[in-house]
């Protein structure tokens, strides 16, 4: 499915690539429409210009039909592997790839969003039957005993949860973690939490996410909040005895959730805000942040230093993860997809993905 | 001077504290008008009520008179000794003192703001003749080689400015720092920046800040920017090429100051927040923060491990600091002090300061 | 019982200390004979003279049976509470306790090891009825469904591998952490890694030491390595496909410990060394800790960061910690639980207490 | 010259490599003599087997000649820019490349030392004429104002510094720094320190070392110490009041260094060490790291972050760098000048350097 410009989305058929010492193709066995896709289709820009015609899609499961012989040594993977791609994989020149933080590389080559598909090798995305395995593509073998439908949190929900609450949040034991916003992020953080072994968690949302709350706890979360009925600030003060939060994530997208986040957070607390709030602002009393010297922390997508982790996790497996899938769709129907995860279609969805053998 | 309700302010006298083992006496040399007292004066409540009546002053340069045997072997300091005290000094029992972090202490023990005067000790602020040292004072010895005027500069100034800058915003060696506001705050960051080997540094201020953005060439600065002729984000993408600045400090009071400070970092830097805004909001572009990974940290105060190399520093001094007092009163004028650092006189001071030998 | 000197240990009476405001009095349950007893028993001097005549003992939990007024607010704590007391509680005023390392006081300020009994308030060890409660004392609620057994565990134990492995050493999700000695500090660093999402867990042990490799896995362990009749760093190897370990902690007590430690360590990983090693060097080769630029941490004792943590993690109670209480002695046989604690009785036991009440 | 086996240097000669679009070639005007070239002259295996021929050099200065267009994009650079090479430039591709490590990198990729000259492009190490851009290779433009021989000093001795002192050592405002060993890396350490803020700068030599500790005060340091008729010990717990050192660097190449390193260093102080003792081990008493809690790190070599700040501190130029430079050879006589470093001429060098143009 190419979009060939803003919400003009046309099935196309491309050349598979000729394969080289390097790279590789992998045939994709499910793919998620993540949250920020609906923004891409509907052509906003957020960090650049989309170089049209795209195709979408980087929540991508496959099984490696294609590898040359170097990225078999350097990625100890072979073909008919499981594997799962992560999001960025960086110029590997640029002063953030030099540093370890490809997901910040000055080109953003990412999957799904900012490589255009005009030149061969073209599958950059994976609402497609096949992807192209770059060079610089980071690879991870699953192992079959995680399902697609499981791999596809694996990077940007579960590596997301990963490093923006432990690895940059720096949640600690018997830390007071709340987060803001049940989607799939929110449970993503709870069991995150729960895994760092914080207590108490809490878990914040709306009166129409009731079922999502309930699910919460089944993935850590020791109190749920309905932000409509009660007083969060009031409840967090009771359940820490007036101490507050050290730590608060708010994945609610609104900026009224990184204010409420601000009235939870504690004397020296960290704020995780991975946004993304659409350039809507937020309208912050600092004077709370200089008081309490609170750590307000941007964070932004996933890495291997995630990832691996999360692939380790999900093998434990004692998380209701598949769950968290509650829609799936062929690729002719990306656009229904896509309209549903921007909450058009009045439900509001978990995961959803496409599955191109249906 | 006795503040016995907002902005009633009158000269009274109390009888001397006795001292025991381990407390003590300061005759005031030299006390600092801060710029937060001018709020403390007209009432403002940011950190909790104020237990009228209360001696105004935290900004203290002093002669030891008394100080009890277990007082003077824990501070290695005798009678005679010139002095500076810290802002605050914590409680020593609550979660904040017992975690090295005592100008966050629950109790708010500070001089010049929360303790009453009403009863015995009573002096604890520095708008006096004498100061009472607590036991558990900060107090430091700074020797006759550095003047009372320059020793009110310690603490509350450049103290703060090596934890804000250096302690907790990290600047290093080459980074680029930008601050934003050329008051005393700022230039003390200017310096701190300097000893700190940042390069380059900027200085951002208004046109009416012409002769202290001069100032700041001498504190270090490399480049002065004023945002009211030149666009500071296109200099400083100019000055960095494009990879703007690594650490940003604003210190203009003003929230639109935070929301510049946001769009003149660049990916993965630090904004460093000391405030206060007074209450009012700053309307951020948290995607901002997201896409570069900005971490956004709010400082309050200074503590032991400030200003001990505070007080190295300007033992050392290569900086003009004896510049940056402008304006010298006696006690009884205290209100004028006040309202001249308010900014209610016209002009605008760099460091009042009150002698009570005046 | 009073150490009078090394090795001469006798019963004797004081009076009860007058309880004010500030301080109180918790009668003793059960007190926990830490590794560390047998060598302040002999006489060792490791961290300064010892003041004879001292009552050993700081793994004390207890009833409270006195409490000032003061005190009970700030610790939220009242008669009749069952509560543990940390090893230290500093002075309050040198520069480790003002910068939150009390465990580091400059004057060793602990309880059963550095305090002289010879003067009221007298009680300041646990091998006896009743222990002082002084008012920089660190004393936690732990209620009634911790029983006083398990309770021993909270702050020497449990509260060291937190601070150990956790706060300091930096356990991140997903690292392979390698263990070396599988007695209680490796059994609680074994579970304390798991609570940190590590995976995989390896912990090393002797022959003699079969039945806690066992038990170990019961605590998290995912390998065990007998390294009499394994080579552990080819085991690790293999477990980590090459990459070795990123956390390894060595509480083995053995200088050689440290030195395997330093070979199952990986690139840029964490050596995290609590020793002790009574004196005994170790002999390391550092260019590896160069070519792989390893952090070597010692760490010392526990602080209200870690046993918080600690109290939360036995109250989920997903760990068998019961059975690591392996003999229990009335206060009279306190010399034979020493003997075995120190090895001298032939089996070397898990932990050993003393009922005051048998 | 190439280094055909252990000990056996001859002069040859190869073409010059194609350049293409993502390469280069520099002309060498200086190459400096590392302390480790003689022991890679000498066959000594430390990280991996030598892939003899190789052309040894790794501090290498020149003028661009040819670049190609995208390297000159990427780079910043055109040809005859006066630019420096990094020691290290990693593959890019392993964990290490990826974390922003490449001075660690799985494959060594490294001029000078770890890549075979056998094969074209041939030109792997500075003991040449010219010296071939490797893609990723990382070069710095430092303009003409730098002259080659100061510009030696930039990569391997100040970028170091910079690295081990201050961004992992993390060398605070006001520490008390001690170094022992007043070679090049101990005088580059002493500046570094100065532009850090550290005060007081100690340096630890031998009798012999008299004049480097002369010139040693010229470079920022307070206070020296003759270790052979002084006892650093007392002498610094006499300069700090019995605080002893913050932060400690032995670079002696000593493991005794490493052992009186220790007992310098105070509580929660931090030892930094970057060796090469050569094998020999270090015979520690890690007693003393645990009751101080004392952080050892290991610390290799230097990358674009450190080498950055190291050219803008040899711009501001307020140290006497280039009196460093003590000795200069042709190509010729690289065997001579590899003796002289090995100290088998006698004399003791500070930075011996290599001018293929005279």
Known sequence: MV???????????????????????????????CGSDPGIYSGSITRGIRP?????????????????????????IVEGDRVVLEYAFGCGACRSCLSGNYALC??????????????????????????????????????????????????????????????????????????LGPGLQGLAGVCVAKESGADPIVIIGLSRDKSRLEMAKRFGADFVINSETENPVEVVSQITHGKMANVVMDVTGNPSGAELALSLAGKRATLVLPGIYKGKKASLNLDEAVFREIRMLGVFSHDFRAVEPAIKMVRRSQYPFKELITHRF????????????????????LKVVLDPKM
Request: aromatic share 6%.
């Open 106 to 179: 000055d080109k953003n080559y990412t999957y799904g969003s900012m490589i255009s598909c005009k030149e061969p090798p073209h599958l950059f995305g994976g609402y497609s039957e096949y992807v192209y395995i770059h060079p610089r593509a980071m690879v991870h073998k699953i192992g079959d005993s995680i399902s697609p439908d499981v791999g596809v949190l694996i990077c940007a929900v579960l590596g997301n949860g990963i490093r923006w609450l432990r690895q940059v949040g720096g949640v600690s034991m018997g830390d007071t973690v709340v987060i």
């Open 52 to 76: 049209y015609p795209i195709i979408l899609g980087h929540e991508i499961v496959g099984r490696i039909v294609q590898l040359g012989e170097e990225a078999k040594k350097r990625l100890d």
């Open 3 to 33: 979009l060939t410009g803003p919400k003009q989305l046309e099935m196309q058929t491309f050349d598979l690539p000729n394969i080289g010492a390097d790279d590789g193709l992998v045939e994709v066995e499910r793919v998620g429409v």
């Open 330 to 349: 062929p690729l002719k129907d990306a656009e229904q997809a896509l309209r549903l995860v921007a909450g058009e279609e009045g439900e509001i969805p």
